[in-house]
């Protein structure tokens, strides 16, 4: 299977099931592809932008914001939840901050920080439509 459909079902929920079964060497081949594949959920999300033009702008921007979200399974958005909740509550200490990352019961530090990171991207992208 070709390395771009690997990588668009690594960094999506798109429904590529046969690309979600590559082995080990297959997902290393794809690496190389990773800005292709995001450059096509980036034109698919401006796409779903222009197709909402005549909404207001804040709501077309939460709407696909939220399209983001659900294309990508929130992954981006998990990994800075974790990042965090493991420095917040770390303190510093190395094994400490890993084990809370490893957990992925969100405190309240991911959770606003997934809020504001949320909330900035709706505006930003408000702002441009």
Same mark, same amino acid.
């Given at each position: 299977?070709?390395?771009?459909?690997?990588?668009?079902?690594?960094?999506?929920?798109?429904?590529?099931? %046969?690309?979600?079964?590559?082995?080990? =060497?297959?997902? +290393?081949? &794809? +690496?190389?592809?990773?800005?292709a594949a995001g450059l096509t959920l980036g034109?698919?999300?401006?796409?779903?932008? %222009? @197709?909402?033009q005549g909404l207001p =702008?804040? $709501? #077309?921007?939460?709407?696909?914001?939220?399209?983001?979200?659900? $294309?990508? *399974? =929130? #992954?981006?958005?998990?990994?800075? #939840?974790?990042?965090?909740?493991?420095? $917040?509550? *770390?303190?510093?200490?190395?094994?400490?901050?890993? &084990?809370?990352?490893?957990?992925?019961? @969100?405190?309240?530090? =991911?959770? #606003?920080?997934? +809020?504001?990171? +949320?909330?900035?991207?709706?505006?930003?992208?408000?702002?441009?439509?």
């Amino acid at each position: 299977m070709h390395p771009f459909l690997v990588a668009l079902a690594v960094l999506t929920r798109l429904p590529l099931h %046969a690309a979600r079964s590559a082995g080990p =060497a297959d997902r +290393v081949r &794809a +690496v190389p592809w990773y800005p292709a594949a995001g450059l096509t959920l980036g034109l698919m999300l401006a796409a779903a932008a %222009a @197709g909402l033009q005549g909404l207001p =702008a804040f $709501l #077309a921007a939460t709407l696909t914001v939220a399209l983001w979200i659900g $294309l990508t *399974g =929130a #992954a981006s958005l998990q990994g800075l #939840a974790d990042t965090v909740d493991g420095y $917040l509550g *770390g303190r510093g200490n190395r094994s400490r901050i890993l &084990a809370i990352m490893r957990n992925h019961q @969100g405190g309240v530090g =991911a959770v #606003a920080a997934v +809020v504001l990171v +949320v909330l900035a991207k709706t505006t930003a992208l408000g702002c441009l439509i």
